[in-house]
Structure formats: C-alpha cells, structure tokens
C-alpha cells in the first residue's frame, strides 16, 4: 500500500479546510509536517488533489471524487482500532434532527443510547430539516432525522415514521364541542401556523389544499411551544405533530380537534450519506429510533 492512513487524514482535514494551517492545527500537527504528507500523497499517484491559487487551496474535481471513499475508508479504520480496544460499540455519535423531532423526541433516544453503551458520547444538534441534511452530506454529522424526505444525490434516506398533524385549541374556544370541523368551521377561524418552509408548514398546506387561500393566518411562529402559548391565550387555532401536543392533551390545557376530511400526515426520516460507514454506534442508534416513537405513541395513549 503506497498511502497511509495519516496521509488520508491530512487530505480530509485539507478538504474540509481548503487551507494547510488550519487542517494542520485540527490534527495536531505542524504545518511543515502537514504540507509534506499531503505532498508525497501527490506525488505518489503523479496526481493533484487541489488547486493552488495563491496561497489557497481549493479541492478539484478529482479530489472532490475522492473524499467521500478516503471518509469511508478512514471511518472504518477508526472502527476496526476500537474493536481491537474492545471499545468498539460506544465512541462518540454527531446526530442531526429536526425541530420536532429534536425536542420530543431525540433526547429519550440519546438517553437510551448512553445509559446501555458505557462510555458512548453524543452530540446533538437540532435545526431545521434542510440544514440537517447539508451538515450530513458534507460528513459533519453522521446521522440526521428529518421531517419528510429529502431529496439530495449524497443521501439516502430511510423512512421511519409516519407522523400525524393535528389541530387544537383552547379549552374556551366556541369549537371545543364540535365532534369535528367542516370545511366552514376552517375558513371561520383564525389560525396561529409555524413558518413558511417548515415542514410543519407544507403539510399543513397540503393538508388544507384548496381552502389554503382563503384561511386567516393570523400569525406564524418558528417554535411550537410559541404557538401553543398564543393558543392557550385564545388567539386562534393551532395545527402541530400530535408528538408535541401530548402532554398537553393529557392536562386538559390544549383540547385535539377532529378535522376528518383533511389528512396531515407526513413521514419522518433517518438520513445519512451514501458512503458512511455505518459503525455500530451508527447502527444502534437507527435501532433506537426505531423503537422511540412507537414507545413515545404508547405513552401517549396511556396517559
């Protein structure tokens, strides 16, 4: 083998960079020792990886072909070292999941996932769905969770659950004894909705479909809890992830509307990106999940 797996290191964290420095200062090392390794890697295979331009460097088209197999070659080395250590199902896990999913949903899971496996660390961060899925096509994440499919040539998504919008309101409202709401009772109200662009968002579109035009968005609001704030205080309807609205389904502050003529329903995701290696930890996790929201649904049902 001509190559070694620090030279690989090197190229990534260049990669990742575009600047010898900083890719030196990431591993550790000196930048005189970075910039050699990087170049007896070129001059190895009579290749360029990079292109110089002045004293930047800027990943080309090869080298960009590269990055994804070098990634997964490395990870599966990192891999094979903590077996040999016996360490090899805890390690650290980078997971990105959406807004909804981030916070009923993600952290029950990280807590399963570090309670089982000693020494297992997790990072989570929680941003919208496309966001998520850029940080895992560009290999700073190692798994995502989104809402709805993302359609991206890097990833692969694998659908998890189907996860249900529902209406509501405060327990004073006029609507609170309505077995269900017709098309008209939905053009009366005054709605409180998340963002445009949020997934949230587009299924409540969907759902609503040709009464879209004609209904009274009052406000719209990036977190959920603000919405169900502006509800409780009766300043109109609400449309959410029945995941979030459980606990307060169950102590009567919020009260589920019946909107049969309208489906909300869209699928979660799990994302990652084509050629990650799927570590233990990784797989693990995927596991986890999918038991999660099952579990999270029974808990609502018996409360």
Wanted: glycine residues 6%; hydrophobic residues 45%; contains cysteine.
């Amino acid at each position: 083998m001509q190559y070694t797996l620090r030279q690989l290191e090197v190229f990534l964290a260049t990669a990742k960079w575009e600047n010898i420095t900083r890719a030196a200062a990431e591993l550790s090392m000196s930048q005189s020792a970075a910039s050699s390794a990087l170049g007896d890697l070129e001059r190895q295979f009579a290749l360029r990886f990079f292109d110089r331009v002045g004293k930047r460097l800027q990943l080309n088209d090869f080298g960009r072909s590269l990055r994804a197999p070098a990634q997964a070659l490395l990870e599966q080395a990192q891999e094979l070292e903590r077996a040999m250590r016996q360490q090899s199902a805890s390690g650290c896990l980078k997971v990105g999941a959406a807004l909804t999913i981030g916070n009923y949903l993600a952290v029950g899971i990280m807590a399963r996932f570090i309670a089982e496996q000693q020494g297992a660390r997790v990072q989570l961060e929680v941003a919208n769905s496309s966001t998520i899925a850029d940080r895992v096509a560009r290999f700073e994440l190692d798994i995502g969770m989104v809402e709805g499919e993302v359609r991206h040539p890097e990833l692969v998504s694998l659908p998890w659950h189907d996860d249900e919008l529902v209406a509501f309101c405060a327990p004073g409202h006029p609507f609170t004894g309505k077995k269900a709401l017709s098309d008209a009772d939905l053009l009366q109200a005054r709605w409180i909705v998340r963002e445009t662009g949020s997934s949230t968002r587009k299924t409540f579109e969907q759902g609503m479909g040709e009464l879209l035009p004609r209904m009274q968005l009052l406000l719209e609001l990036q977190h959920t809890e603000a919405i169900k704030r502006a509800v409780e205080a009766e300043l109109g309807l609400g449309c959410l992830s029945a995941l979030t609205l459980r606990e307060a389904f169950a102590r009567g502050s919020l009260l589920p509307l019946a909107i049969p003529q309208r489906r909300m329903t869209r699928r979660l995701y799990l994302i990652l990106h084509r050629q990650k290696y799927r570590s233990a930890a990784i797989r693990r996790w995927i596991e986890l999940s999918q038991e999660a929201l099952p579990r999270a649904m029974a808990t609502k049902s018996t409360s």
